[in-house]
């Protein structure tokens, strides 16, 4: 009897620990807020980019559908990179690879409260000597 009652407690014992350790904190379903309608970031962007010796130049982008984007110096030239981007409401990330000078590259920037302007850095993941800064401005 003794042993089928210390039996009993741990069989009881697991269970309660298991039950514990799996209950769930939040079970509630959320619903997309109103911010991420608003943070379709697909265009073309149009601006410059300066490097580390302070020289300036164009840079233009379009971010399409799926994470996908293409780049060149200006919008009305074929583009000469390509590469992925990701974003959230308040920042844009990309990487790409440029076939001009045989180099991968990566920006981080952030957007204006209405985001139309995105100004971040860059740098050359190739020749990793080459870092900037850049200004964009949707299309």
Not at 107 to 120: E, M, Q
Request: hydrophobic residues 35%; charged residues 10%.
């Amino acid at each position: 009897m003794k042993t089928n009652v210390f039996l009993n407690l741990i069989v009881v014992s697991a269970i309660l620990f298991i039950y514990v350790s799996c209950k769930k904190e939040n079970t509630q379903v959320t619903t997309p807020s109103k911010c991420d309608s608003v943070c379709i970031v697909t265009g073309s962007y149009n601006g410059t980019y300066t490097n580390q010796l302070n020289q300036t130049a164009q840079l233009a982008f379009v971010l399409g559908n799926n994470g996908f984007f293409t780049g060149a110096a200006t919008l009305a030239v074929s583009s000469t990179s390509f590469g992925g981007y990701s974003n959230t409401c308040d920042s844009l990330k990309m990487q790409s690879w440029n076939s001009i000078n045989s180099s991968y590259y990566s920006f981080a920037g952030k957007f204006s409260s209405n985001r139309t302007v995105v100004t971040g850095v860059y740098k050359n993941l190739t020749t990793i000597s080459e870092v900037g800064t850049f200004s964009v401005v949707r299309q």
